[in-house]
């Protein structure tokens, strides 16, 4: 069982997009629940009601998701509400310290961290990547996530490793005390740019 208590970055979608995809998930349920008849669904073609279905569970699980990352790697799972619903079934996929870097910065954040990344159609499922095979298509996109500054400070006060790439290791450096500056002299910017 993981500590929590330790150090760690939830990672979700950013604050409006969760919103959104909450108030969506809500009137869906209402709309499919109030003003459609599922029963009545079911008798005009079995497939509306499993569609209907499909889209709310999608807008729910992306309202909910979250990766948490701490110093063992990163794990997807579910939180409702403020709190941090631990996951005991899925394990922490690890880190690749020999492929960790950050490619691009705000607005679109691309980055190379663990042992297998999730990439979605076209660029297959889990995969291993190595220093010398590293497309921008095998890159996790941050660009829709919340507490990515958060992360690349974590990154550099956590996980710093002698198998980091030189160059990449100056580079989480210099982007963890750029945001750290940010954070500590204009905290309502860091807090739009980290959130909204």
Not at 48 to 55: K, Q, V
Not at 67 to 72: F, G, N, R, S
Request: with cysteine.
């Amino acid at each position: 069982m993981h500590d929590f208590t330790e150090k760690h970055v939830v990672l979700s979608l950013r604050l409006g997009l969760r919103l959104f995809n909450g108030a969506v998930f809500l009137y869906g349920f209402y709309f499919f629940s109030e003003v459609l008849n599922i029963v009545e669904l079911f008798h005009s073609h079995w497939f509306l009601p499993i569609a209907a279905l499909a889209c709310m569970s999608f807008f729910f699980f992306s309202a909910c998701s979250i990766y948490v990352v701490t110093k063992d790697g990163i794990r997807w799972q579910l939180m409702f509400g403020p709190a941090l619903s631990p996951s005991n079934k899925r394990e922490f996929t690890p880190w690749n310290y020999e492929i960790l870097q950050v490619r691009a910065i705000f607005p679109f954040y691309y980055m190379y961290a663990f042992l297998r990344q999730d990439n979605p159609y076209p660029y297959g499922g889990d995969i291993d990547l190595s220093p010398k095979n590293l497309p921008y298509g095998r890159s996790i996109p941050f660009y829709f996530c919340r507490n990515f500054l958060d992360l690349i400070i974590f990154i550099d006060e956590n996980i710093m490793c002698d198998k980091v790439n030189p160059k990449s290791r100056a580079r989480f450096r210099e982007l963890a005390d750029k945001y750290r500056r940010l954070k500590n002299n204009h905290p309502a910017i860091y807090w739009i740019l980290n959130n909204v």
